[in-house]
T-cell receptor, first 113, second 112 residues
Framework: DQQVKQNSPSLSVQEGRISILNCDYT??????FLWYKKYPAEGPTFLIS?????DKNEDGRFTVFLNKSAKHLSLHIVPSQPGDSAVYFC????????????FGTGTRLTIIP | DAGVIQSPRHEVTEMGQEVTLRCKPI?????LFWYRQTMMRGLELLIY????????DSGMPEDRFSAKMPNASFSTLKIQPSEPRDSAVYFC??????????FGDGTRLSIL
């Protein structure tokens, strides 16, 4: 039972354009969401998060949007840069914290120069 | 800070052998997590500790897997006996006070 789903295994975007990565969840108890970025042979690194009391959180080129009614969140990267090429994981937690994160299966983003 | 340190980075062993993966969390972090990453299931939480005490081990696949945290700076994940289906990348992560988890670079385990 995949409670956090990233339905696009891969995405290619031209450098300078917007990258949009999507994530859906099924568990209505989730109230805290995170995005992690992973390079090959490295562990995931935290990128940005959002709590269920917000619908948007922005940090530089990265913005996360949360639509609670649709149980959907998205990560926007503007403008996309070659260094953004990585696998992006969406994660969710049910206690407004970071215990017991449930991860999606990841989306591989490739930025085309 | 040195970050979360995992060893070994790579382990290749034969089916039936005991495997021990090691993790040193970031100093001051009171939560430690073990994850397994596979192509089929993505990143799965196996077990996590708070203040060296196991809190939730519901993700541990079976009795062949065990984890310990004898002190705040060291944890092990043991598989005995190992099977080919245990081949995966195993990550350790740590955090404190509801901050985002910091991950180690993982151990790539291959069971032949």
């Amino acid at each position: 039972d995949q409670q956090v789903k990233q339905n696009s295994p891969s995405l290619s975007v031209q450098e300078g354009r917007i990258s949009i990565l999507n994530c859906d969840y099924t568990n209505s108890m989730f109230d805290y969401f995170l995005w992690y970025k992973k390079y090959p042979a490295e562990g995931p690194t935290f990128l940005i998060s959002i709590s269920s009391i917000k619908d948007k959180n922005e940090d530089g080129r990265f913005t996360v949007f949360l639509n609670k009614s649709a149980k959907h969140l998205s990560l926007h990267i503007v403008p996309s840069q070659p260094g953004d090429s990585a696998v992006y994981f969406c994660a969710a937690s049910g206690d407004f914290g970071n215990e017991k994160l449930t991860f999606g299966t990841g989306t591989r983003l490739t930025i085309i120069p | 800070d040195a970050g979360v340190i995992q060893s070994p980075r790579h382990e290749v062993t034969e089916m039936g052998q005991e495997v021990t993966l090691r993790c040193k969390p970031i100093s001051g972090h009171d939560y430690l997590f073990w994850y397994r990453q596979t192509m089929m299931r993505g990143l799965e939480l196996l077990i996590y500790f708070n203040n060296n005490v196991p809190i939730d081990d519901s993700g541990m696949p079976e009795d062949r897997f065990s984890a310990k945290m004898p002190n705040a700076s060291f944890s092990t994940l043991k598989i005995q006996p190992s099977e080919p289906r245990d081949s995966a990348v195993y990550f350790c992560a740590s955090t404190y006070s509801r901050q985002p988890q910091h991950f180690g670079d993982g151990t790539r385990l291959s069971i032949l």
